[in-house]
């Protein structure tokens, strides 16, 4: 493996698009991605002033990424990573582990401090331990919720 670690910008999305898209098409996501949802996915994210990216290349492929937005929080700031993952061939290797500690050297260098990494994930999937063992844990107090925008009331 030759792989670089770098800041993501315009010209990596696509790759990146193509990396999500195996990312996520396995157990346990079973989800399916085309090109142009992904890409657009990426895009978006990375549309803000706000916005970081993350890329993992071995040689020309993408085969890790990881993109989200610095948000203020009364008097700290945090990094909200929105999309990680890893090609599976490179899972179980490192990869995602120093993709997250590039991450954390990178936000040092912010003018502004950084405080924290936050993320959404799956309870009970095989990430959750990979990011504890990362670092991360799982919040006592907060709560993900969602609710549908048609949504009519009780009655």
Do not use: H
Not at 74 to 99: A, C, H, R, T
């Amino acid at each position: 493996m030759n792989l670089k670690y770098k800041i993501m910008n315009e010209e990596d999305f696509e790759g990146c698009a193509y990396e999500l898209i195996e990312a996520f098409k396995e157990e346990p996501w079973n989800e399916e991605w085309t090109f142009e949802q992904a890409f657009t996915r990426i895009d978006e994210i990375m549309s803000a002033r706000v916005s970081r990216g993350y890329v993992v290349y071995d040689g020309d492929t993408v085969v890790a990424m990881a993109c989200g937005r610095i948000m203020t929080y009364i008097d700290f700031k945090e990094l909200w990573i929105d999309e990680f993952s890893v090609n599976p061939l490179y899972q179980g290797k490192g990869v995602g582990s120093k993709l997250i500690e590039f991450i954390r050297n990178e936000l040092k260098k912010e003018k502004s401090k950084i405080s924290y990494l936050a993320l959404n994930t799956e309870r009970d999937y095989p990430c959750v331990s990979f990011y504890e063992n990362n670092g991360f844990r799982a919040s006592e107090t907060n709560l993900v919720m969602f609710a549908n925008v048609d949504y009519k009331g009780n009655n």
